[in-house]
């Protein structure tokens, strides 16, 4: 399975955008989908997380502005983000697989699609 991270783009700051996160095939066997993003000269900062039958966890840099929910029936996820800062700007990129915090090597990964607030 494949995944491809879409919705990127150039947004003023306080803007919104909706990532998205579509995969080829199934992801209905794996119940935990993660946003990571990655800034320039950072490590890569987990997101988000959604369990199957959960509740999401977010990281304290996005609680409140940013929802992240999936559509197994499409085979895809989805990263709202609201009220964006600058500091948002970065590489996002998705994961599907079976824990929340620790990525296995039965996760599927997509590419990135870069996001960057700027005004």
């Known amino acids: 399975v494949q995944l491809q991270a879409f919705g990127g783009g150039l947004v003023q700051p306080g803007g919104s955008l909706r990532l998205s996160c579509v995969a080829s095939g199934s992801i209905f066997s794996r119940p935990v989908m993660a946003w990571y993003r990655r800034s320039p000269g950072k490590q890569r900062e987990l997101v988000a997380t959604i369990t199957t039958g959960g509740s999401p966890d977010y990281a304290d840099s996005v609680k409140g502005r940013f929802t992240i929910s999936r559509d197994n029936a499409k085979n895809t996820g989805y990263l709202q983000m609201n009220s964006l800062k600058p500091e948002d700007t970065a590489v996002y990129s998705c994961?599907?697989?079976?824990?929340?915090?620790?990525?296995?090597?039965?996760?599927?990964w997509g590419q990135g699609t870069l996001v960057t607030v700027s005004s």
């Open positions: 994961r599907v697989g079976f824990d929340p915090r620790a990525p296995t090597l039965a996760d599927y």
